[in-house]
């Protein structure tokens, strides 16, 4: 398996370091946070792109996707901006070589009918645009679609390889569906999958990897040897937690050690 880290858990750490930072954790990816407050963003110019991509492939460093915040299923939203926020996303990924980029659902109030059939349309809307710049755009399992039973009544209607899923097991978690279930309904559409921890459905600051309750061992149990796997620590919405650097290498250990078992078995 391949593992990455987001930058959601070193929010606005400038990209030297953020590459630095995996080469010596041992980390092969970063998925990288592109709200406006970030260095990579909608809004970098083609010159600062180039350096992010000339920063990434001198160290030997993948960016594996872009953690956008379009709202796909969201009802009370500007179409035209929706779709201009969509390319801008796909084309900066395809500008930085970034495979994917991530989207929420956002459904909100709606029944799930109503959230299930504009997420698909909009999604379907954007899949040529993904495909002419050969960039996947993954629905994350969250809020109004936590579960694979949720993200597929989105994902099937589709019908696109261009359109997929990020599979964040914390959500599917709290939704009550077991990581043998997920997989077996996500595993036609998966890109790949965001693992982290915490101690319980109330208290969901991060925590240290293998610290918590999240069911990580059965999670990459299921999974093949080329599945990237993306702690993505959220320290950026949670100030108390422990700060992220000196955690990377030890959790990574543990996803390492979690395969291992699962092998010997």
Known sequence: MKFAFSTLGIPGLPIPEVVALAAASGYQGVELRTHPEEPVHRGMGRRDRALVVEEFERAGIEIVGLAGYARVAKADVDEDQLRQELEELLSLARDLGAPFIRVFPGGGDQTADEADTLAARRLAAAAETATDYGVRILLET??????????????????????????????????????????????????????????????????PLGAGVLPLGECLALLDDSTWVCWEYEKRWYPQAADLPALLAPGRAYLEGLIREHRRG
């Open 142 to 207: 969250h809020d109004s679609h936590r579960t694979g039973k949720d993200a597929a009544r989105v994902l099937g209607p589709v019908g696109h390889q261009q359109v997929g899923v990020v599979w964040d097991v914390m959500h599917t978690w709290l939704g009550g569906e077991s990581p043998i279930t997920t997989h077996g309904i996500l595993a036609p559409h998966l890109g790949y999958v965001q693992v982290k921890d915490i101690a319980s459905a109330e208290d969901k600051t991060p925590l």
